[in-house]
């Protein structure tokens, strides 16, 4: 089962670059030098997309094992990723009709706009500040599993707690057995302070979880720790 394959209106052809412009004075929040299990390197700007586990991911919210689709329909795996803060000259182009391309020898696919599948809408009068909707139609699975989970007692508000994921996800996977070809699904999810212990979990497909997961990362990313969403 390929559960990464590209969504079916992807198709490659050729189009001219009508634009290409500089900038010597952006500032970088960080500069991403990327490994990939190719042995090649790549260094991008913090927002600059990725087209990772059947969503545009921002390359700040890549990791270390995360699969990048190529041209040829393969994927390579990011073997590591350094950041460095500070000014530098970056480059861009646009594409007639087209803001996907690929990059790098082997052809790594990426994305300079994008119409993105969770949603941030603030609210007021309300325990938290801001809500997060995700069509169920992009990730039934997970989804379910989160619908599921409110109904069987767990939180619908959370509060975001990104340094607490590693240990989050440690506690509420623990004593929960792996199965093959399926992730281990989290309501709350690990980033969140209401996960870890206690949290619910569910075998589910690799590419429903991981996709919810980026998309609501990438979502989140501009809102500080102690967020209540």
């Known amino acids: 089962m390929d559960f990464f394959s590209l969504p079916e209106e992807f198709s490659t052809i050729r189009q001219r670059i009508f634009q290409y412009t500089s900038n010597?004075?952006?500032?970088?929040?960080?500069?991403?030098?990327?490994?990939?299990?190719?042995?090649?390197?790549?260094?991008?700007?913090?927002?600059?997309?990725?087209?990772?586990?059947?969503?545009?991911?921002?390359?700040?919210?890549?990791q270390p094992g995360d699969l990048l689709s190529l041209k040829n329909g393969d994927y390579t795996c990011i073997a590591s990723i350094?950041?460095?803060?500070?000014?530098?000259?970056?480059?861009?182009?646009?594409?007639?009709?087209?803001?996907?391309y690929y990059v790098t020898e082997d052809g790594i696919l990426v994305h300079n706009g994008y119409t993105p599948k969770a949603k941030v809408t603030k609210v007021d009068g309300q325990a938290h500040s801001i809500e997060v909707s995700i069509s169920k139609s992009d990730y039934p699975e997970t989804g379910k599993h989160i619908e599921d989970a409110i109904a069987a007692g767990k939180p619908s508000v959370v509060t975001i707690a990104r340094d607490a994921s590693k240990s989050n996800r440690a506690k509420s996977l623990r004593g929960v057995k792996p199965k093959q070809n399926l992730d281990r699904d989290e309501w709350p999810m690990a980033m969140f302070k209401e996960g870890?212990?206690?949290?619910?979990?569910?075998?589910?497909?690799?590419?429903?979880?991981?996709?919810?997961?980026?998309?609501?990362?990438?979502a989140l990313s501009e809102y500080l720790d102690g967020t209540i969403v």
């Open 24 to 62: 010597r004075h952006k500032q970088l929040e960080s500069r991403g030098k990327q490994g990939f299990s190719t042995g090649e390197f790549l260094r991008v700007t913090p927002e600059h997309r990725f087209y990772c586990n059947g969503s545009w991911v921002e390359a700040r919210n890549l």
């Open 82 to 100: 350094e950041l460095f803060p500070h000014y530098e000259k970056v480059y861009n182009f646009d594409i007639k009709d087209n803001e996907n």
């Open 196 to 218: 870890g212990s206690g949290a619910g979990v569910r075998h589910i497909n690799p590419s429903d979880n991981r996709g919810i997961g980026c998309a609501t990362s990438n």
